[in-house]
C-alpha cells in the first residue's frame, strides 16, 4: 500500500475512532444516556459531535485530494511545506469549533430548551474540542497527502 493512501485510512479512522470515543464515553461518564427519556437532548448532542467529525474530516479529504491533484500533475514535486499543512489544520480546527460551537448554542430541543447537554458540561466541551484540534493538527502535519 502506497504511503499517501495509508495515510488517507488512517485519518478517516481517527476521525471515525474520535466520533464513536467520544460517544462512548459520554455513555459511561453518565452525560447521556440513550434511554429514551431526553432523547431530544441527546441526538443533539451526539449529531454535533458527528458534525465536528464530519466537518473535520471534510477539511482533511479536501486538502488531502487538493495536494494529490498537484502531485499528480507536477511528477516531481514531493515536497509539501510544513507551512501548508499548519494552515490547513488552522483552517480545518477553526471550522470544526466553529461548527461545534453553532451546534451548541442554536439548537433548540423539541421543549424550547435553550440549554443543551453540550452547554451544561462545559469542561467536557472543552475537552472535546482540544481533542478535534489535536486531531487534525495530528492528521493535517503527520499524514500528509505526499510521500
Known amino acids: 500500500m502506497k504511503m499517501h493512501i495509508r495515510n488517507l485510512v488512517i485519518a478517516i479512522g481517527t476521525y471515525l475512532a474520535a466520533f464513536f470515543g467520544i460517544t462512548f464515553f459520554s455513555m459511561v461518564s453518565g452525560i447521556i444516556y440513550l434511554d429514551g427519556q431526553n432523547s431530544d437532548d441527546e441526538t443533539i448532542y451526539i449529531l454535533s459531535i458527528l458534525a465536528t467529525a464530519l466537518v473535520s474530516l471534510a477539511s482533511y479529504l ?4 487538493k495536494e494529490r491533484k498537484n502531485a499528480d500533475r507536477q511528477i516531481y ?3 509539501l511545506g510544513l507551512g ?4 490547513w489544520g488552522v483552517i480545518a480546527s477553526v471550522t470544526a469549533i466553529t461548527v461545534f460551537l453553532l451546534c451548541c448554542y442554536f ?4 421543549y ?9 458540561y462545559i469542561n467536557t466541551t472543552v475537552v472535546f474540542l482540544g481533542l478535534f484540534t489535536g486531531i ?3 492528521d493535517f502535519i503527520v499524514l500528509k497527502p505526499r510521500p
Do not use: A, P
Open 107 to 110: 439548537w433548540i430541543s423539541d
Open 84 to 87: 501548508t499543512r499548519i494552515v
Open 62 to 65: 479536501i486538502f488531502y485530494f
Open 136 to 138: 487534525n493538527f495530528v
Open 77 to 79: 514535486i514531493e515536497y
Open 112 to 120: 424550547g430548551d435553550t440549554i443543551s447537554i453540550l452547554r451544561l
